[in-house]
């Protein structure tokens, strides 16, 4: 049975390093006190915030892992701009802020303009698209330190004080909606890597895919497959809770992205502050490359669940009244989502699996 763990990604470790590293990051708030810049406490939030005054600015950084040497490796690079700017503006948009800013860095083995060109076009479709700049990055060629290469980004955004998401009116009895992914975005791609090398061998970006090839239609290969865009939620999130200086038409409560950790690990993060739990009994169904990656891996429902997005790459929790408009504003921005289940008391996580091992079934998590 392959697991996240099995695969070289100990996630526990992760989350003991991520501790660490915010503790120490706290010794520094000190030094703002009363000034400018003070940051807000937001222990494990998706973005950090400082007071600027009449509003916040956020800051958040990540990067697209090893999704890109997948891209490296068959040398297709023309949505990796999107799976890049995803990761860091749908973080920043988890507490209602417009991202103004996406700067980043390119740490490569060996500086290949050609391939440059293809990864920064792509980075600034996406932005365009988002209403984001680029003021800037770095590119740094280190043949003896890195392998392939890195590419990581800052997001930078703006939020009114009186319009920040901070989780605190969570209730029993909100709705939780889904916003449906066709694919991994840029997470959990060192189990997929370490089933597809294991079932196919070395060349196994090149196998054809076909559980999902529709008649007459080109089958793609797994690497195609894999590499499916990410779509970035934040201009549809915004047309939500309004950008900055716009009225807010929706009352998001709180703002989950499905990132490292899949569903458990990041809805639990904007339901500890209410030690509320969760019950997901209408998930939609995986996209079809996740349920035969488990299948080939041997991958269990409730491991999916916590490496993989299984099909939900972001969580919306808002008043039961106001699903209705939610979804309606959703669709006219052409994100797909649903309803996936409601706020509970209890402080755990249930949810009916759509897996492939276990379908229908309970899988409970703990917060």
């Known amino acids: 049975m392959a697991t996240y763990k099995e695969s070289g990604v100990n996630i526990a470790l992760g989350d003991k390093s991520s501790e660490i590293a915010y503790n120490e990051a706290k010794k520094t708030f000190a030094g703002r006190k009363n000034k400018i810049g003070e940051p807000l406490l937001m222990e494990g939030g998706f973005t950090g915030a400082i007071d600027m005054g009449d509003y916040y600015l956020v800051q958040n950084d990540d990067g697209i892992g090893s999704k890109f040497q997948i891209a490296d490796e068959i040398g297709k690079y023309e949505t990796s701009g999107y799976d890049l700017a995803a990761m860091v503006a749908d973080d920043a948009v988890c507490v209602g802020a417009e991202c103004l800013t996406i700067s980043n860095t390119i740490d490569t083995e060996k500086v290949d303009p050609e391939k440059i060109e293809k990864m920064m076009k792509s980075l600034s479709r996406a932005c365009r698209e988002q209403k984001i700049i680029i003021p800037g990055g770095e590119i740094a060629e280190l043949p003896s330190m890195v392998k392939g290469t890195i590419w990581n980004a800052t997001a930078i955004g703006i939020v ?4 920040l ?134 991958v269990s429902d409730k491991e999916a669940y916590k490496v993989w997005n299984m099909g939900v790459g972001m969580i919306l929790c808002v008043s039961k009244r106001e699903t209705k408009k939610a979804l309606q504003i959703l669709e006219q921005n052409n994100v797909q989502s649903q309803i996936i289940g409601y706020v509970v008391s209890s402080p755990k996580i249930e949810l009916i699996s759509k897996g492939f091992f276990k379908k229908n079934q309970k899988l409970i998590f703990t917060i």
């Not at 969570?170 to 694919?183: F, Q």
């Open 160 to 163: 009114e004080k009186k319009k």
């Open 165 to 298: 998401i901070m989780t605190r009116d969570v209730r029993p009895g909100d709705a939780l909606i889904g916003l449906y992914s066709k694919g991994f975005r840029s997470n959990g791609f060192s189990l997929v890597r370490y089933i597809l090398k294991k079932n196919f061998g070395p060349r196994w970006h090149y196998k054809k895919f076909s559980a999902d090839t529709k008649r007459g239609a080109k089958a793609k290969t797994w690497a195609e497959m894999v590499l499916e865009p990410t779509q970035i939620y934040h201009n549809a999130v915004l047309a939500l809770v309004g950008r900055f200086g716009e009225k807010r038409k929706i009352n998001v409560k709180g703002i989950a992205h499905i990132t490292g950790g899949g569903i458990p690990g990041n809805l639990s993060r904007i339901l500890k502050k209410t030690r509320t739990g969760a019950i997901l009994d209408n998930l939609p169904e995986p996209p079809k490359m996740m349920l035969e990656l488990q299948k080939l891996g041997n």
